[in-house]
């Protein structure tokens, strides 16, 4: 038994794009709420938890949805093709939108601060900032409106495209299969990083993004078109029927309950992996969502190198996390991966405004390794317990997890840093929310793959 490793980088198309708009999106829509509106840290918290709100209740409905459909293209491609077409164009569209606040802003003569000013000035020209969209709300709900399109479209998508690798993918290989997926994913991330770089993202408050956003949204169309032009989503899951059969991997329908859902035990399993995965996400997007305030308002560093340095070292990462996940067990090589997680945020702690830039990329080479080791290894786990034809609802499921922790992220940590202050809580937030994580994965028993005998070593490296 060998994993396809074209087929499966073909599916990850849909996840490089995916990967694309969110890697611009928490990057600069924080930036735009903050510099560009005033809205204070909690405020724009809470609107940066839009989007895993209304995923909260979408995904899991438009992945069950999903496994239901039956076209010519098969049960996800028609999900992402029209997602896809409504999110980029919307996209783009909002950046106009901004452009017209930055417009009032320069026209009423509210100063633009170098990043690296003075905190306490920068937060006096916010207030001015916040008087201003206060005094003329319309571009902020027009903003806002625009982004509920960009969200919806987006939420339609992402269970479909996620579930797909599952649908092509026979169990035992799908840490493998989803180390490829991630692959694909992060360098749809880091494409749009050394864009950010390009553009000079983090060097003005009062950047206007169209240029960016439009060259986004370039690198989203690519990996669409090379995805429609390339995945025969019918044929790929026939495909992995048949090797099903062939392998003997066929599914039993009675378990301990005696029919077709999960046992007792299974369902304490599933219970506790959704935990551990609103608990690390919890942490980990409380840092992801606002870095590019942390690095540009706090600590005066270019946000976009230092992400590139962790979409690297979680590049290197992939397929090496997949391999060893296939050997000592996948919950096993989760735990050692939150506890590198979980010490790359609490030496971020101690890093400053005078601590020289280059100190940070080794403590996100660090992250990134950490989030590609739990990353690989946690969504196979939730999929592994689905039965046959609910691998959508599973995948919302997953998502329904990571999502509602993601909406808890951004406004309970906002809350904190418009009390505490960013300094102090920042990566404190994130570190704790990860290491709780360790504590409820530690009662997991069910989830890893079973094992498969080859015929010869060369077939257990899946080496052709």
Known sequence: MKLN????????????????????????????????????????GAVM??????????????????????????????FIFFGTIVAVVSFFCLTFIDNLQISKLVAKGIPEMAVKDNEEVMATVRDLTLKLTLENPWPLIGFIATLFVVLIAMATFRSPAVALMPDVTVKPLRSKANAIINLTGTAGGIIVLVLGMVFATS????????GYVGAVC???????????????????????EEDTIKFGLEEKDEGETGGKGLSKPELKSLLLILASVALWYIGYNSITSKYSVYATNILGFD????????????????????????????????LAGVIILATAFTIGFFITPKTPEVIMYPVFALAGIGWATINVNSFPMVVELAKRGDTGKYTGYYYT?????????????GILYDAIGMRYVFFTFGALFVFGSF?????????????????SRLEQLDVD
């Open 203 to 210: 060097k003005n408050l009062y950047m206007q993004y169209t």
């Open 439 to 455: 504590i409820t994965m530690l009662f997991v028993k069910h989830g890893d793959s079973k094992p498969i005998a080859s015929k």
């Open 303 to 334: 946000y976009n190198f230092t992400l590139i340095v962790a979409q690297a070292a979680a590049i290197v990462s992939y397929i090496p996390v997949g391999m060893i996940a296939s050997k000592i067990g996948r919950r096993k090589t989760i």
């Open 49 to 78: 938890s839009i989007d895993n709100i209304l995923a909260v209740f979408m995904l899991p409905i438009f992945g069950a949805l999903s496994d239901k459909v039956n076209t010519r293209f098969g049960k996800r491609t028609p």
């Open 5 to 44: 490793y074209k087929k499966v980088l073909l599916v990850g198309m849909a996840f490089f794009l995916i990967s694309a708009f969110w890697q611009a999106y928490d990057a600069i829509t924080p930036l735009i709420l903050t510099n560009h509106f005033g809205l204070p840290q909690s405020v724009s």
């Open 218 to 240: 370039a690198v989203m169309l690519l990996g669409f078109v090379l995805f429609l032009l390339t995945v025969k989503e019918k044929k790929w899951a026939k495909e992995m």
């Open 401 to 413: 997890a990571s999502m509602a922790a993601q909406i808890v992220a951004p406004i309970l940590s």
